[in-house]
């Protein structure tokens, strides 16, 4: 199973994943992007946002990570 991962506290809010990948990424009131329907997790660094990803969802959000200028976005094999 591959999993998209978004490490939030790294984010600088650019928009380009919810450009790219309207039906997994959205921005949140706060300026920073939010993974739809994701589990979140508070580390020691910030918010983790998680999803398991169907093989026909793992190319947009390759392209989400792809244009993600942070680099905080990781399509992933589950640990
Ligand atoms: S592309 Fe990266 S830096 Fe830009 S809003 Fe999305 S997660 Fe944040």
Sequence with gaps: M????HER????GCGACA???????EMSDDGYADLKDCER???EEG???TRKLKKEEEDENQ???DSCP???IH???ED
């Design 2 to 5: 591959r999993i998209v991962l």
């Design 9 to 12: 506290w790294k984010c600088i």
């Design 19 to 25: 450009a790219v990948a309207p039906d997994f990424w």
């Design 41 to 43: 997790e508070e580390v």
């Design 47 to 49: 918010v983790k946002e």
């Design 63 to 65: 392209n989400a990570a």
């Design 70 to 72: 942070a680099e905080c």
């Design 75 to 77: 399509v992933k094999d």
